[in-house]
């Protein structure tokens, strides 16, 4: 018999459990980071496997997920959606290995290793090579039928190459890739409207949206990792290969999209190298993993083996150490960056996230404190997501007490005391003292860095000494140093100096599009750099846009244009150009604009796939763009040609199946000069 304190904990647990799910999975808002989550169910299960007299069938334990909202019209999954148990590190895999053993009565035995996906399970439903159903997972027994935002997924086929079963459900998950998140939320960030904290509940709001046409405008991708169901018909003639790994490969036959990444392997010791080498490549990839999932190849193994509970015994997730933690916030602090903007960060009780102690995270503005009611001194959830700076989630508001405060904003800049101002339509607070020594500091450090006007040996701590000796204020004053100034500096040789002196002295022939960069104008990074460049020819011309010229690029929004026309408005910055003109920097390109020469790639837009032989991947992107073309992630109708490379992977595949052509490298390089002009 279990006693008092163990019945009270246990319904604490379920009653929390219980909450925590219909955060997550109804309202896509949760409260607790997935390992804490993980951490109350395994605490759960301890009680009840203590004591089954203890389970009743509304435990969570019995059941996955919750119920599905009201908005969608209900599926009933033909066959249960299932779930997976974990194991968080070797020996938990281990056991779970020997049990398989166990039960098949042999070690020999492949299994699949594949990246666990961390989005959201969906089931597809085809009939004669046709998608006819879209279904999210639900409580596992039920799901919400989204068919007309899955349809709009680009990788979901409509219809099936080959010869498909009459019917069939195949499974996987929907996930929004990184770039495509990371773009919608600089999109959100200068139109003022709140941030999305991270890419799974995005997507899973995004899939769960009553308009198809928002969930299109979101970019949402799809693995498929498992064969539902299949019914051939009379006569169809199609079956089903043996392996989970054939199954996949068929799958990707129809034209699903299958992840290149899965590996047979023979041994758990394999497994475990899937599992380290993914650790150390899961920031490379475009989507967002939580762990490996290790499956037992043979089917007939599968079937032999069955499930416990909602879990098959034939597969398990291998969990990554979590990328989220919980800690205390102990201060929120401001920075002034280069153009001028406050930027609040959270300042931490020190906490492990993804093997690395975090101190600090960004809070990004007001707005975003403000929508995600951190208070100082709240609990709140710090996130790691590859490799992005640390974010704060949200609070945990059962720690809540009447203890935290709201924050303010402060209302003059916290280095030169100026009052500071928050313009309609812009989510920062801003300095707006030109000769703030903070903006100064950190628009110079912008000014000589890598992308901009790249001067090798000017780093940030020499930019700091500059400053501090008063040798420089501002850009041009780089261009007035002298030899024996900076010889005569702490830490600087002759030689460095005269190195120094060389590398100004190369910047003033940068290319265009890197001084437009260099001169910190707020909105303006390299890519609108670029379009700037290309457009006008030269800064004087820039200069004098007018708003209206500036929003007819493509490219160009008026938020963007009117940031440009305002830097060149302000009497300071047009000086700036004027002395690094005479200085001797050059403001003009070697090419006329774009307007008169037209490229041989204008208007085209490019696929790269796989492992290219002469250009490296970013190098070929800079091929394309430096000829007017456009290069975008994913293969669409819009697409006009795929460069493939060796092992080119869905991309090509994707080509083949919208009838876009695919080339390869030498053919781009011929096209430049066949098209060219
Ligand atoms: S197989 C019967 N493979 O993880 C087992 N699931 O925690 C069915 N997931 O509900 C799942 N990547 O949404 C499988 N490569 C993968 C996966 C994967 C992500 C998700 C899936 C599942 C959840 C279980």
């Given at each position: 018999?279990?006693?008092?304190?163990?019945?009270?904990?246990?319904?604490?647990?379920?009653?929390?459990?219980?909450?925590?799910?219909?955060?997550?999975?109804?309202?896509?808002?949760?409260?607790?980071?997935?390992?804490?989550?993980?951490?109350?169910?395994?605490?759960?299960?301890?009680?009840?496997?203590?004591?089954?007299?203890?389970?009743?069938?509304?435990?969570?334990?019995?059941?996955?997920?919750?119920?599905?909202?009201?908005?969608?019209?209900?599926?009933?999954?033909?066959?249960?959606?299932?779930?997976?148990?974990?194991?968080?590190?070797?020996?938990?895999?281990?056991?779970?290995?020997?049990?398989?053993?166990?039960?098949?009565?042999?070690?020999?035995?492949?299994?699949?290793?594949?990246?666990?996906?961390?989005?959201?399970?969906?089931?597809?439903?085809?009939?004669?090579?046709?998608?006819?159903?879209?279904?999210?997972?639900?409580?596992?027994?039920?799901?919400?039928?989204?068919?007309?935002?899955?349809?709009?997924?680009?990788?979901?086929?409509?219809?099936?190459?080959?010869?498909?079963?009459?019917?069939?459900?195949?499974?996987?998950?929907?996930?929004?890739?990184?770039?495509?998140?990371?773009?919608?939320?600089?999109?959100?960030?200068?139109?003022?409207?709140?941030?999305?904290?991270?890419?799974?509940?995005?997507?899973?709001?995004?899939?769960?949206?009553?308009?198809?046409?928002?969930?299109?405008?979101?970019?949402?991708?799809?693995?498929?990792?498992?064969?539902?169901?299949?019914?051939?018909?009379?006569?169809?003639?199609?079956?089903?290969?043996?392996?989970?790994?054939?199954?996949?490969?068929?799958?990707?036959?129809?034209?699903?999209?299958?992840?290149?990444?899965?590996?047979?392997?023979?041994?758990?010791?394999?497994?475990?190298?899937?599992?380290?080498?993914?650790?150390?490549?899961?920031?490379?990839?475009?989507?967002?993993?939580?762990?490996?999932?290790?499956?037992?190849?043979?089917?007939?193994?599968?079937?032999?083996?069955?499930?416990?509970?909602?879990?098959?015994?034939?597969?398990?997730?291998?969990?990554?150490?979590?990328?989220?933690?919980?800690?205390?916030?102990?201060?929120?602090?401001?920075?002034?960056?280069r153009t001028g903007?406050?930027?609040?960060?959270?300042?931490?009780?020190?906490?492990?996230?993804?093997?690395?102690?975090?101190?600090?995270?960004?809070?990004?503005?007001?707005?975003?404190?403000?929508?995600?009611?951190?208070?100082?001194?709240?609990?709140?959830?710090?996130?790691?997501?590859?490799?992005?700076?640390?974010?704060?989630?949200?609070?945990?508001?059962?720690?809540?007490?009447?203890?935290?405060?709201?924050?303010?904003?402060?209302?003059?800049?916290?280095?030169?005391?100026?009052?500071?101002?928050?313009?309609?339509?812009?989510?920062?607070?801003?300095?707006?003292?030109a000769r703030?020594?903070?903006q100064a500091?950190?628009r110079l450090?912008h000014f000589v860095?890598?992308?901009a006007m790249?001067i090798?040996?000017?780093?940030?701590?020499?930019?700091?000494?500059?400053?501090?000796?008063?040798?420089i204020e501002d850009f041009p004053d780089i261009y007035g140093?002298?030899?024996?100034?900076?010889?005569?500096?702490?830490?600087?040789?002759?030689?460095?100096?005269?190195?120094?002196?060389?590398?100004i002295?190369?910047s003033k022939r940068r290319p265009l599009a890197a001084i437009i960069s260099s001169l910190g104008i707020l909105h303006v990074?390299?890519?609108t750099a670029e379009l700037l460049a290309?457009r006008f020819g030269g800064v004087p011309r820039l200069a004098d846009a007018a708003q209206?010229d500036l929003?007819?690029?493509?490219?160009?929004?008026?938020?963007v244009a009117r940031a440009i026309v305002a830097h060149f408005e302000n009497e300071g910055n047009g000086r700036i150009v004027a002395e690094l003109e005479a200085a001797g920097v050059r403001l003009e390109s070697?090419?006329?604009p774009?307007?008169?020469?037209?490229?041989?790639?204008?208007?085209?837009?490019?696929?790269?796939?796989?492992?290219?032989?002469?250009?490296?991947?970013?190098?070929?992107?800079?091929?394309?763009?430096?000829?007017?073309?456009?290069?975008?992630?994913?293969?669409?109708?819009?697409?006009?040609?795929?460069?493939?490379?060796?092992?080119?992977?869905?991309?090509?595949?994707?080509?083949?199946?919208?009838?876009?052509?695919?080339?390869?490298?030498?053919?781009?390089?011929?096209?430049?000069?066949?098209?060219?002009?």
């Amino acid at each position: 018999m279990a006693d008092r304190a163990t019945i009270r904990r246990l319904k604490k647990l379920r009653q929390a459990i219980n909450l925590h799910n219909h955060r997550y999975h109804t309202l896509d808002d949760p409260l607790v980071s997935d390992a804490e989550f993980d951490a109350l169910m395994r605490e759960l299960r301890a009680i009840e496997e203590a004591d089954s007299s203890l389970v009743t069938p509304d435990s969570p334990t019995q059941r996955i997920g919750s119920a599905p909202s009201e908005r969608f019209a209900e599926v009933v999954h033909p066959q249960p959606m299932l779930s997976l148990a974990n194991a968080f590190d070797g020996s938990e895999l281990a056991a779970w290995h020997k049990r398989a053993a166990a039960l098949l009565e042999t070690e020999r035995f492949a299994m699949v290793c594949e990246p666990k996906i961390d989005g959201l399970a969906i089931a597809l439903t085809y009939e004669d090579g046709l998608l006819v159903r879209g279904a999210t997972r639900g409580d596992g027994a039920r799901g919400e039928d989204v068919t007309p935002n899955v349809r709009t997924i680009n990788t979901v086929p409509l219809v099936l190459l080959g010869k498909p079963p009459r019917r069939m459900e195949v499974r996987g998950e929907v996930y929004f890739p990184r770039d495509a998140f990371a773009r919608m939320n600089e999109e959100r960030a200068e139109a003022g409207e709140p941030l999305f904290a991270n890419p799974r509940n995005a997507a899973a709001g995004a899939l769960r949206q009553l308009d198809p046409r928002i969930t299109a405008s979101r970019r949402l991708d799809v693995w498929v990792y498992q064969l539902g169901w299949t019914e051939n018909g009379d006569g169809a003639g199609t079956h089903e290969p043996a392996t989970h790994s054939e199954v996949m490969a068929w799958l990707g036959g129809f034209g699903l999209r299958v992840n290149p990444e899965m590996t047979t392997v023979a041994s758990l010791d394999e497994a475990e190298a899937y599992h380290e080498r993914w650790l150390g490549r899961r920031a490379e990839v475009n989507y967002q993993t939580d762990g490996i999932v290790i499956k037992i190849d043979r089917r007939d193994f599968q079937r032999h083996m069955g499930f416990v509970g909602r879990e098959p015994r034939w597969a398990i997730a291998y969990k990554f150490p979590a990328e989220q933690a919980t800690t205390r916030l102990l201060d929120i602090r401001v920075n002034v960056g280069r153009t001028g903007t406050l930027n609040p960060y959270a300042v931490l009780e020190p906490v492990q996230v993804s093997g690395v102690t975090v101190k600090q995270a960004t809070l990004h503005n007001e707005d975003d404190i403000r929508r995600k009611d951190i208070r100082v001194g709240d609990v709140v959830i710090v996130e790691r997501a590859g490799e992005v700076i640390p974010q704060v989630v949200g609070p945990v508001l059962e720690f809540r007490t009447e203890a935290q405060v709201r924050y303010e904003m402060p209302e003059r800049c916290p280095v030169c005391s100026t009052p500071v101002v928050r313009e309609e339509g812009e989510a920062a607070h801003r300095c707006v003292n030109a000769r703030c020594e903070a903006q100064a500091y950190e628009r110079l450090k912008h000014f000589v860095s890598r992308g901009a006007m790249d001067i090798e040996g000017l780093g940030e701590r020499l930019v700091g000494v500059l400053l501090d000796e008063g040798l420089i204020e501002d850009f041009p004053d780089i261009y007035g140093l002298e030899h024996a100034q900076l010889a005569a500096l702490d830490r600087m040789g002759e030689k460095s100096a005269a190195n120094l002196i060389a590398a100004i002295e190369a910047s003033k022939r940068r290319p265009l599009a890197a001084i437009i960069s260099s001169l910190g104008i707020l909105h303006v990074g390299g890519e609108t750099a670029e379009l700037l460049a290309r457009r006008f020819g030269g800064v004087p011309r820039l200069a004098d846009a007018a708003q209206d010229d500036l929003e007819s690029i493509d490219g160009i929004g008026p938020i963007v244009a009117r940031a440009i026309v305002a830097h060149f408005e302000n009497e300071g910055n047009g000086r700036i150009v004027a002395e690094l003109e005479a200085a001797g920097v050059r403001l003009e390109s070697d090419e006329t604009p774009a307007a008169a020469t037209p490229q041989p790639f204008d208007g085209l837009r490019f696929v790269v796939t796989g492992r290219l032989e002469t250009f490296t991947r970013s190098q070929v992107e800079a091929y394309i763009k430096e000829r007017g073309g456009a290069v975008s992630s994913g293969v669409s109708k819009k697409t006009d040609y795929v460069v493939a490379g060796a092992d080119p992977g869905t991309k090509r595949d994707d080509a083949e199946r919208l009838g876009v052509a695919t080339i390869g490298e030498a053919e781009l390089v011929e096209l430049a000069s066949a098209e060219g002009p």
